[in-house]
């Protein structure tokens, strides 16, 4: 049973979303003990309970406020709009979060043997996919003549199989289309995955906990972006120091015993290409250099 006063959350059940939004959750300390084949979960310490289903129903979900909140990519949010619009459905949303997993694109690949001219290639050609809306408004932009062949899988084969003269697909390393002999040649759209909240007004009881999840998703983002750094430096390069650690304009400073020239410093930085840095700090004279995972942030 599903109960009114819980806030709803629609998650994908398995698939390429489904880790990072779990994951998430638990970080903002929503727990589930979850059994396999279970469409809804509850949660065991919050007043949560997890709808479990395909992504495609997850934006439809939201904006009938079957659900409160949903995780999904862009490129399905934006697909499923449009087709809504067209249908005549309610077909609104509001973004709360994008966040940091899902990220891919969406482009056209035709054949590696073809010549691509540019978009104009694509005029009166048939090209396959599952997200013909958002294709066809490309074509519309660019004032081409062609279809979309709707495929709901294997659209990397469409073209070998004589369905379509070329294929617009979710692309992250391209890995997939070069197995199937395939060039990427235009990205229509950028995606990533967002956490979206119904249109209409949920009670204060419920936006009050989503805004809570919230502030405390924001802790965990910035956290995965921030490292805290220890290191020992000669009093002579703090500046250096301090340039080369971005995000440490204050640094916490501490002597260290029985040695005036050096001094121990810890910082919070948003340092990412760390090696890098950790190898200049080093040619400056430093030592002991300790990076540590943060695990959350607040304030
Ligand atoms: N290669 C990828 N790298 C990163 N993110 C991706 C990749 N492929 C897809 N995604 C993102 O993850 C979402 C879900 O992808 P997935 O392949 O799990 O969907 P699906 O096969 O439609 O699953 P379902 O069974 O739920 O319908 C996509 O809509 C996209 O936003
Ligand atoms: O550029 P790549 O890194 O190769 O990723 C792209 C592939 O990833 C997705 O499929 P997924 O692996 O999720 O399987 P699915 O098609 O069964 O959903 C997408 O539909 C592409 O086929
Ligand atoms: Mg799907």
Redesign the pocket.
């Known amino acids: 049973m599903i109960d009114s006063n819980r806030l709803r959350i629609a998650v ?6 489904c880790d990072g939004s779990m994951d998430l959750l638990k970080a903002v300390g929503v727990k589930f003990s979850l059994r396999d084949r279970l469409l809804i979960a509850h949660s065991t310490n919050q007043p949560v309970d997890l709808l479990r289903v ?3 129903d997850i934006p439809g979900l939201v904006m009938d406020g079957v659900v409160d909140l949903g995780f999904i ?4 949010l934006e697909e499923k709009m449009l087709e809504r619009q067209a249908a005549g459905k309610s077909s609104e949303y509001k973004v709360l979060e994008r966040l940091d997993f ?3 694109r969406l482009s056209i690949a035709i054949p590696s043997e073809d010549e691509y001219t540019g978009p104009e290639w694509l005029e009166g050609k048939k090209i396959a996919t599952t997200y013909p809306h958002l294709l066809e408004r490309y074509f519309k932009e660019q004032g081409i003549n062609a279809s979309a062949v709707m495929l709901n899988g294997s659209v990397e084969v469409a073209p070998r199989a004589g369905l379509a003269d070329g294929i617009c697909d ?1 692309v ?2 391209g890995a997939t289309l070069e197995a199937n002999g395939l060039e990427e040649k235009e990205v229509i759209f950028k ?1 990533k ?1 967002v956490l979206i909240q119904r249109a209409d007004e949920l009670s204060d009881t419920k936006q009050l906990l989503v805004n809570k999840y919230l502030t405390r998703m924001n802790g965990v983002m910035q956290a995965k972006e921030s490292k805290y750094i220890m290191l020992h430096a000669p009093r002579t390069v703090l500046d250096q120091v301090k340039s080369l650690l971005p995000g440490a304009e204050n640094p916490t400073i501490l002597p260290l015993a029985g040695n005036d020239e050096q001094v121990a410093i810890h910082v919070v930085s948003t340092e990412t290409l760390f090696w890098e840095t950790m190898e200049k700090l080093k040619a400056l004279g430093c030592s002991s250099i300790l990076v540590l995972p943060i695990e959350k942030m607040l304030g």
């Not at 994908?12 to 979303?17: A, E, I, P, T, V």
């Not at 990519?73 to 399905?76: A, K, M």
């Open positions: 994908q059940k398995s698939g390429r979303l395909r992504d495609d990519g862009e490129n399905e899902g990220g891919c979710l992250s390393t995606s995955a």
